[in-house]
């Protein structure tokens, strides 16, 4: 019973190429949650999104930033145009559609912008 | 806007000393509360959770958290912490129907052997 699976682990790129991370929810989980974690700070809530629709976008930033969770496949967090801000672990969540708070969450994707 | 606060960022104790993490959280209504542990290096891991009932949640590895409600309060304590308690927590909260959970800025434990 695999995890939340998240890929690359360490993605780098250069400023202004563009970033995609990729997160596969546990069987059975329909929800899945993006965060960012700052050096020295704790996780900042991104997306929220449920199969082909996103629920939350309150925390993602206005532009550069957009999220998707098809029908098949993985939910993907771009990132365009990479800024050297942007650097930071990225942490994908995902949540059975049951309202029962079990949250299992990824091992994170380092992004490291040069 | 639901928030959470963490008192302590840095504590270092020594082994079997006890442990009690601080976690303020500001939010009108019927609220989950979660404990989650990062190892270094390592993803986040759920220690414990409240939803309802009683208010003294018990989790994995001797962990337990007391939910009072009049103090918006959740704090985490260990009667004797391990040098393998080293790690860094987080707080967590889930307010109403809104799905996501909102996070302290996290308290990094260092436990001296």
């Not at chain 1, 939340?4 to 970033?19: D, I």
């Not at chain 2, 590895?61 to 959740?74: L, P, T, V």
Request: charge should be positive; proline fraction near 5%.
């Amino acid at each position: 019973n695999a995890g939340v699976m998240q890929n690359p682990r360490h993605l780098v790129r250069r400023r202004g190429q563009e970033a995609r991370l990729r997160c596969s929810p546990m069987k059975g989980h329909s929800h899945v949650y993006w965060y960012r974690q700052l050096p020295e700070e704790g996780l900042k809530f991104m997306v929220y999104l449920q199969k082909e629709n996103i629920i939350d976008e309150s925390g993602m930033p206005k532009e550069r930033f957009s999220a998707e969770f098809p029908k098949e496949g993985p939910s993907i967090l771009r990132i365009q145009q990479v800024v050297r801000g942007d650097s930071a672990a990225y942490f994908c969540a995902s949540s059975p559609p049951s309202d029962g708070g079990g949250y299992t969450f990824g091992s994170g994707t380092r992004l490291t912008v040069v | 806007a639901q928030s959470v606060s963490q008192h302590n960022h840095h504590v270092i104790l020594s082994e079997a000393a006890s442990l009690e993490l601080g976690c303020n959280y500001s939010y009108g209504g019927t609220v989950n509360l979660f404990w989650y542990v990062q190892y270094p290096g390592q993803h986040l891991q759920l220690l414990l959770k409240y939803f309802s009932g009683d208010p003294l949640v018990k989790g994995i590895k001797g962990f337990e958290a007391e939910f009072i409600k009049s103090k918006f309060s959740f704090n985490l304590r260990k009667p004797s912490v391990q040098w393998s308690d080293t790690a860094e927590y987080f707080c967590a909260v889930r307010g109403g129907n809104t799905g996501k959970l909102i996070f302290g800025q996290g308290t990094t434990l260092q436990v001296k052997p």
